[in-house]
């Protein structure tokens, strides 16, 4: 498997890094039918969504792909002030290492849970997918931030209704 990081916009964030520690939770079973995980600064304008992250069931070689896009994963929560202002970059740089990386490990989880979801050879029902996504995205969140069990609601809360 192979992560590559298309990304321009987050500079000197180590996100292959990041995402390789990331992938350690995820039982190598999990991780057979994927060939890349693939982390872009946006979402395509062509994608029929706006989405944190996309999945591509496995090609004619059995291998499918993750893709992660961080204007959705945390670009929205940075400020919107001039980007060339020190403050600025230091508010958005506080903010992606305390939030945006354990938001961009849900979204991780989460797609890598549709390809798992779909390997156990189910008839894909989009509401199913979703939730055994969605479950299988915080089984790993957990492993990975354990002390977040607790603190996950709370931080949810602030990130959907963007408090900050």
Same mark, same amino acid.
């Given at each position: 498997?192979?992560?590559?990081?298309?990304?321009?916009?987050?500079?000197?964030?180590?996100?292959?890094? *990041?995402?390789?520690?990331? +992938?350690?939770?995820?039982?190598?079973?999990?991780?057979?039918?994927?060939g $890349?995980?693939?982390?872009?600064d946006?979402?395509?304008? =062509?994608?029929?969504?706006?989405?944190?992250?996309?999945?591509?069931?496995?090609?004619?070689?059995?291998?499918?792909?993750?893709?992660?896009?961080?204007?959705?994963?945390?670009?929205?929560?940075?400020?919107?002030?001039?980007?060339?202002?020190?403050?600025?970059?230091?508010?958005?740089?506080?903010? +992606?290492?305390?939030?945006?990386?354990?938001?961009?490990? =849900? $979204?991780?989880? =989460?797609?890598?849970?549709?390809? +798992?979801?779909?390997?156990?050879?189910?008839? +894909?029902?989009?509401?199913?997918?979703?939730? *055994?996504?969605e479950?299988?995205?915080?089984?790993?969140?957990?492993?990975?931030?354990?002390?977040?069990?607790?603190?996950?609601?709370? $931080?949810?809360?602030?990130?959907?209704?963007?408090?900050?």
């Amino acid at each position: 498997m192979k992560i590559i990081d298309q990304t321009k916009e987050y500079p000197g964030q180590k996100y292959i890094k *990041f995402v390789n520690s990331l +992938v350690g939770y995820v039982p190598e079973s999990d991780l057979t039918n994927i060939g $890349t995980i693939n982390i872009y600064d946006k979402c395509p304008k =062509h994608y029929p969504v706006i989405a944190q992250g996309a999945y591509w069931p496995p090609d004619n070689k059995g291998k499918g792909a993750v893709d992660i896009y961080l204007d959705q994963c945390f670009g929205h929560m940075l400020t919107f002030n001039d980007k060339s202002k020190i403050n600025s970059k230091i508010a958005d740089s506080l903010f +992606v290492f305390l939030f945006g990386k354990k938001h961009l490990a =849900h $979204t991780l989880f =989460h797609e890598i849970g549709h390809l +798992v979801y779909e390997q156990k050879g189910q008839k +894909v029902i989009k509401k199913e997918s979703e939730k *055994f996504a969605e479950e299988y995205a915080l089984n790993l969140y957990y492993k990975a931030y354990p002390s977040q069990r607790n603190w996950y609601s709370f $931080t949810n809360m602030i990130y959907k209704n963007n408090l900050f």
